[in-house]
């Protein structure tokens, strides 16, 4: 099993910065992707940031530019910094990982939350 630890969330005003960070344990070997996701009240969960295997990201139309994914691969970590911040940007962020196992002609792949992290943006 993967164990995520997450950090950081917390009150910001319109404009503001934070940063998250996501900490991986356990069974760690053979990661494909470690990112961000976030669910506002009432809506589904949607990816903010993902960074997939060694050098691929992607974003959110609505974060780009603003939301910056970092990926320590020695220490396991994905850092999500957060600037110009939006009332619309309130939402629980959750880390995502994924791995691989089994025989490269039969792959399969397991998913792990955090258990997430209250982000506010309010004046």
């Known amino acids: 099993q993967v164990q995520l630890s997450e950090s950081g969330g917390g009150l910001v005003q319109p404009g503001g910065s934070l940063r998250l960070s996501c900490a991986a344990s356990?069974?760690?070997?053979?990661?494909?992707?470690m990112g961000w996701y976030r669910q506002a009240p009432g809506n589904e969960r949607e990816l903010v940031a993902i960074?997939?295997?060694?050098?691929?990201?992607n974003y959110a139309e609505s974060v780009k530019g603003r939301f910056t994914i970092f990926r320590d691969f020695a220490k396991n970590t994905v850092d999500l910094q957060m600037n110009n911040l939006r009332p619309e940007d309130t939402a629980v962020y959750y880390c995502?990982?994924?791995?691989?196992?089994?025989?490269?002609?039969?792959?399969?792949?397991?998913?792990?939350w955090g258990q997430g992290t209250l982000v506010t943006v309010s004046s």
């Open positions: 995502y990982l994924q791995r691989s196992y089994g025989p490269v002609e039969d792959v399969k792949y397991l998913e792990f």
């Open positions: 356990g069974r760690t070997r053979s990661i494909e992707a």
């Open positions: 960074f997939r295997g060694s050098d691929r990201t």
